[in-house]
């Protein structure tokens, strides 16, 4: 695939992920163009389309002229049994109208409860309807790609770590938390080992794959650094931020409590297993294909404590002005 300036880069979703992809592609010196449902300002430099992927004519309009589609979009939990595989689909039916390859950002659900670690081969044994769900979105992408439709590459990744990342265990609940004084929360044992990948590394490695045709017609596994236990990663950022930080279990019982008042804390109760047994990611295709590791996760902690320390100075100083 030929990485010029004339080809459209195209990314679907303007979340974690999908808002650092499309300015790391600008950077390159990449045309890029940003599909999302609002029509919010998009960083200088990157086109912009709104609407809804879902609907099959908006989506070849909003793909037209793409060399390469990153599909890094990801509804709500409580939304993924209506919306998730539609969404997919209109990725793959604008791709394919367009005559572009598509990378698909994924995650590790579909493994269920992992024996040792995760690698791109493991069984897909899900233990889960969103896990279930995502072996059904896999078998479509790479059953399109089978039929010559259109080329897919699949990237996998772990829990996000890093920084402005509101959708994840450091979200601005964490950084309330333990700036506070209080304890970080997991929800599960905060002693097994389990893989966090950091965001600028999925942002990267999606951006090789879609410019390297090794990666069509394969899963691959993100870069991720050496699995440790939350609370040591927990203590790691608290280190960064000049904080000593706790680490407390949530119990199940008390995250299906409020659950039945909470759509989205009753759809974490059945992903609660991950944080229950080792979960580790093995990145070693990746590693070796591409010759790309994971940023060292002491670079990754320090990187995100500075954007920490500016982001929640910040705020505090505009709830005092506006008090």
Not at 223 to 240: C, K, V, Y
Request: glycine share 8%; net charge positive.
């Amino acid at each position: 695939m030929t990485n010029t300036n004339e080809a459209l880069h195209v990314v679907l979703g303007a979340g974690q992920i999908g808002t650092r992809l499309a300015q790391q592609l600008r950077a390159q010196g990449l045309r890029v163009r940003s599909v999302r449902r609002s029509a919010a300002p998009v960083a200088p430099g990157i086109e912009l389309r709104a609407g809804n992927i879902m609907d099959l004519a908006f989506a070849e309009q909003a793909l037209a002229g793409a060399s390469v589609v990153y599909d890094c979009m990801n509804p709500s939990y409580d939304k993924w049994p209506e919306q998730l595989l539609p969404i997919a689909r209109g990725a793959l039916h604008g791709a394919a109208k367009a005559g572009a390859a598509l990378v698909a950002l994924d995650c590790l659900y579909m493994y269920g409860r992992p024996v040792g670690a995760m690698r791109e081969d493991s069984p897909l044994t899900p233990c889960s309807k969103k896990g279930a769900l995502r072996v059904s979105l896999a078998e479509e992408r790479f059953a399109a790609h089978r039929r010559g439709d259109v080329r897919v590459a699949v990237g996998r990744a772990s829990d996000f770590f890093g920084p402005n990342l509101p959708q994840s265990a450091f979200s601005d609940r964490f950084y309330q938390r333990v700036l506070s004084g209080k304890a970080a929360e997991c929800m599960g044992d905060p002693d097994q080992p389990h893989s966090y990948t950091y965001a600028e590394d999925v942002s990267r490695a999606l951006a090789i794959l879609g410019s390297d045709e090794r990666a069509f017609g394969e899963v691959w596994h993100l870069p991720t650094p050496a699995a440790e236990t939350t609370r040591q990663l927990n203590a790691r950022m608290g280190q960064a931020l000049g904080l000593e930080v706790r680490t407390t279990r949530v119990p199940k019982w008390l995250v299906r409590g409020v659950g039945v008042f909470q759509p989205m804390m009753r759809e974490l109760v059945e992903m609660m297993y991950q944080w229950e047994v080792p979960y580790v990611l093995d990145d070693n295709k990746f590693r070796t294909t591409f010759g790309v590791s994971a940023t060292p996760v002491e670079t990754a902690v320090q990187e995100t404590a500075r954007w920490a320390q500016v982001h929640y100075k910040l705020a505090a100083g505009a709830r005092a002005r506006a008090a």
